[in-house]
């Protein structure tokens, strides 16, 4: 049969109708190809255009705001472990904060449309370091909130610029001025200050002093936190950060459920409840300002927490500090603050 002639023998016929059948064959192989790969080739553009490649841009004075909304929400966490620590073990607040913080970081990446896209990673060990770090952190936060007023545990925290500086000389051999040498000892000089009170009031020693040492402990911890969030940022995701920080810090809370946890009541279910919401919220928040701002200019804002702190106390717990320990509250204030400074000016 010719190209192009219409089929006349019932033989050509055959031939023809088994032609036009393999040919629409091949063509809805073609279609469902094209198809496939075309869809890979989109969700492989949304994927680039959700995860950054590169670093988020800088914008100092966004950064600086979003850290102050960030401090508030961690004063108001606070306010709630503080709370449930009356009748909860640390590990069953840290489960509780940890969980519900999930729900506004997941909410965050789906109003970003990027979840769960961002979650995606390939740093695993950078999450799970960071997210260690985090978690003992928490744990000994919480501990030291247990046992302190809320703005005499915010002022522990603030030991952590003064604990950078020799921790810089032993690891990475650094030379620290005499000034900021004299300013670490100043600073662990406020700490005694803030002990100073329970000396006089035996039966408050060993609370007042177990909570300093988590407070120390947890500044410690918490200088090694920022660092990894900040090169983390780099590559990740803001809200996978939070995510994957979240759900580590939920498994090890639930892990010590064999220990033994307070059975709930509604009182403290609203206070576990708002300290997930609050710091959920509030962990979203500081990733963003990190990654926005060099934490050496985001450090100095941390200060005031101690405002908030003075304002819980005041309204929730009906009093202040000591008068003698609001002294070293200030003296760690001032310590750190001119230690920043002073980075700052080199």
Same mark, same amino acid.
């Given at each position: 049969?010719?190209?192009?002639?219409?089929?006349?023998?019932?033989?050509?016929?055959?031939?023809?109708?088994?032609?036009?059948?393999?040919?629409?064959?091949?063509?809805?192989?073609?279609?469902?190809?094209?198809?496939?790969?075309?869809?890979?080739?989109?969700?492989?553009?949304?994927?680039?255009?959700?995860?950054?490649?590169?670093?988020?841009?800088?914008?100092?004075?966004?950064?600086?705001?979003?850290?102050?909304?960030?401090?508030?929400?961690?004063?108001?966490?606070?306010?709630?472990?503080?709370?449930?620590?009356?009748?909860?073990?640390?590990?069953?607040?840290?489960?509780?904060?940890?969980?519900?913080?999930?729900?506004?970081?997941?909410?965050?990446?789906?109003?970003?449309?990027?979840?769960?896209?961002?979650?995606?990673?390939?740093?695993?060990?950078?999450?799970?370091?960071?997210?260690?770090?985090?978690?003992?952190?928490?744990?000994?936060?919480?501990?030291?909130?247990?046992?302190?007023? $809320?703005?005499?545990?915010?002022?522990?925290?603030?030991?952590?610029? $003064?604990?950078?500086?020799?921790?810089?000389?032993?690891?990475?051999?650094?030379?620290?001025?005499?000034?900021?040498?004299?300013?670490?000892?100043?600073?662990?000089?406020?700490?005694?200050?803030?002990?100073?009170?329970?000396?006089?009031?035996?039966?408050?020693?060993?609370?007042?002093?177990?909570?300093?040492?988590?407070?120390?402990?947890?500044?410690?911890?918490?200088?090694?936190?920022?660092?990894?969030?900040?090169?983390?940022?780099?590559?990740?995701?803001?809200?996978?950060?939070?995510?994957?920080?979240? $759900?580590?810090?939920?498994?090890?809370?639930?892990?010590?459920?064999?220990?033994?946890?307070?059975?709930?009541?509604?009182?403290?279910?609203?206070?576990?409840?708002?300290?997930?919401?609050?710091?959920?919220?509030?962990?979203?928040?500081?990733?963003?300002?990190?990654?926005?701002?060099?934490?050496?200019?985001?450090?100095?804002?941390?200060?005031?927490?101690?405002?908030?702190?003075?304002?819980?106390?005041?309204?929730?717990?009906?009093?202040?500090?000591?008068?003698?320990?609001?002294?070293?509250?200030?003296?760690?204030?001032?310590?750190?603050?001119?230690?920043?400074?002073?980075?700052?000016?080199?």
């Amino acid at each position: 049969m010719a190209f192009g002639a219409y089929p006349t023998t019932p033989w050509e016929w055959s031939c023809w109708l088994k032609w036009e059948t393999h040919q629409k064959i091949n063509c809805y192989f073609l279609k469902a190809y094209l198809h496939r790969h075309s869809i890979a080739l989109i969700r492989s553009l949304n994927v680039m255009s959700i995860t950054p490649s590169e670093p988020v841009k800088m914008d100092t004075s966004k950064g600086i705001w979003l850290r102050l909304i960030a401090t508030g929400l961690f004063a108001c966490m606070a306010l709630c472990v503080k709370k449930a620590s009356t009748d909860a073990p640390v590990g069953q607040i840290v489960f509780w904060r940890s969980s519900i913080a999930l729900l506004p970081i997941i909410l965050y990446l789906m109003w970003l449309k990027a979840f769960p896209i961002a979650l995606k990673t390939k740093n695993w060990k950078g999450h799970l370091e960071r997210s260690l770090y985090g978690c003992m952190a928490m744990f000994l936060s919480f501990i030291s909130l247990a046992y302190l007023p $809320l703005s005499l545990a915010a002022a522990l925290g603030f030991l952590a610029p $003064l604990m950078a500086i020799p921790m810089a000389a032993i690891i990475l051999g650094e030379r620290p001025s005499r000034y900021l040498v004299s300013m670490v000892f100043f600073g662990f000089f406020g700490v005694l200050v803030i002990l100073y009170p329970s000396f006089e009031s035996p039966e408050l020693t060993k609370a007042t002093l177990l909570g300093c040492l988590a407070g120390l402990a947890m500044a410690l911890t918490n200088a090694f936190t920022k660092v990894k969030i900040k090169q983390l940022t780099q590559t990740e995701h803001a809200g996978s950060i939070a995510f994957y920080f979240a $759900l580590t810090c939920s498994l090890l809370g639930l892990m010590t459920s064999g220990f033994g946890w307070a059975p709930l009541n509604t009182e403290m279910f609203i206070w576990l409840i708002g300290a997930g919401l609050f710091g959920g919220t509030a962990h979203v928040v500081m990733t963003e300002a990190i990654a926005r701002a060099p934490v050496s200019t985001l450090a100095v804002f941390e200060y005031t927490a101690v405002l908030w702190a003075l304002g819980l106390d005041y309204s929730f717990f009906g009093g202040l500090p000591d008068p003698i320990a609001m002294i070293g509250v200030i003296i760690i204030i001032f310590s750190g603050f001119r230690v920043l400074k002073t980075k700052s000016e080199r």
